[in-house]
């Protein structure tokens, strides 16, 4: 059986880190994820999907992402079934969170200033590169077994 889900998008709200009654740090949130097809005269969609992250990874998603942030998603869909507050029987699915990463640039995250390196000066030497003549290489006898 395989069951491996990837996603990226935003946040669609801060995570707030929760802690079970056993001690278990838990965050949940939902990330929303453009779709890559778009029908001629319409709008993109975009799905909102609902993901679970536990222990070390909830805290982590909730220390460094924030609404807005982008994030990529790796792990696992679960189904829960629950009653909602009409007695009528739900299904929620979600994504159980192995992994989590930043992607985007620091620019993205709307709280860290990516800075790129200073540009080499313009009249900087341009870097030399010998060129090889045909004089310095040799044929290789065919009749002999190859040096790979």
């Not at 679960?78 to 009409?86: A, F, G, H, P, V």
């Not at 200073?118 to 004089?135: E, I, L, N, R």
């Not at 310095?136 to 790979?148: I, K, N």
């Amino acid at each position: 059986m395989l069951n491996c889900a990837v996603i990226m998008g935003r946040l669609t709200a801060d995570p707030e880190l929760r802690t079970t009654s056993s001690g278990i740090s838990v965050t949940s949130f939902s990330v929303a994820v453009d779709r890559s097809y778009v029908r001629p005269g319409e709008d993109r969609q975009t799905d909102f999907i609902n993901v679970v992250a536990w222990r070390q990874t909830a805290e982590f998603v909730t220390r460094y992402f924030h609404k807005g942030s982008m994030i990529a998603v790796q792990g696992s869909i679960q189904t829960r079934n629950y009653e909602d507050k009409s007695g009528a029987k739900r299904t929620a699915f979600e994504i159980v969170a192995d992994n989590v990463s930043f992607c985007g640039s620091k620019n993205d995250a709307g709280t860290t200033t990516f800075q790129a390196a200073p540009a080499a000066p313009v009249d900087a030497p341009a870097p030399s590169f010998s060129t090889a003549s045909a004089t310095d290489f040799q044929a290789a006898d065919m009749e002999d077994e190859l040096p790979f």
